[in-house]
């Protein structure tokens, strides 16, 4: 199913937060703790539009000071780099079990702990997990 990404723009009002979306004009709602908006944002946006709530995506943007922005960004941020690293490391131990390097090998080179490198080789069963420590390494999806 195709969703749609809302923003809701929080701003405290007292005890309140109250929340708008630019994307419907005139919708507006309230709740009393921030981690409330999402889903009662979506609800609103689904009785107003008349669209499945499953389809749609609200990012809640609340009005905070500068420190809480800078560390939202940051924490995007390094999730983003968690993200590729763990892109280039599926990578390059593909490339290391198609060139038949063995475990260690593998560890020692990329400096991964065995439990990191375990995370993307195949089990005999099949599963998730390391299938042979000390032959060649073979990666999950292979």
């Known amino acids: 199913m195709e969703t749609t990404t809302f923003t809701a723009l929080c701003e405290r009002a007292g005890r309140w937060w109250t929340i708008r979306v630019p994307q419907v ?3 507006t709602s309230q709740v009393r ?3 409330q908006a999402e889903i009662i944002t979506r609800q609103s946006i689904s009785r107003t539009l008349g669209i499945p709530p499953e389809s749609i995506r609200v990012e809640v943007l609340p009005d905070a000071p500068v420190q809480v922005a800078q560390a939202l960004r940051a924490r995007h941020d390094a999730a983003q780099a968690a ?3 763990a892109q280039a490391t599926l990578a390059a131990l593909e490339a290391l079990a198609q060139e038949g390097y063995a475990f260690h090998d593998a560890v020692t080179m990329l400096g991964l702990s065995a439990a990191e490198v375990a995370r993307y080789a ?12 000390s032959g060649p390494m073979q990666v999950a999806g292979q």
Do not use: H, I, N, S
């Open 83 to 85: 993200e590729a690293a």
């Open 33 to 35: 703790t921030l981690d």
């Open 122 to 133: 195949p089990r005999p069963d099949g599963g998730p997990g390391l299938r042979d420590v």
């Open 25 to 27: 004009e005139g919708l």
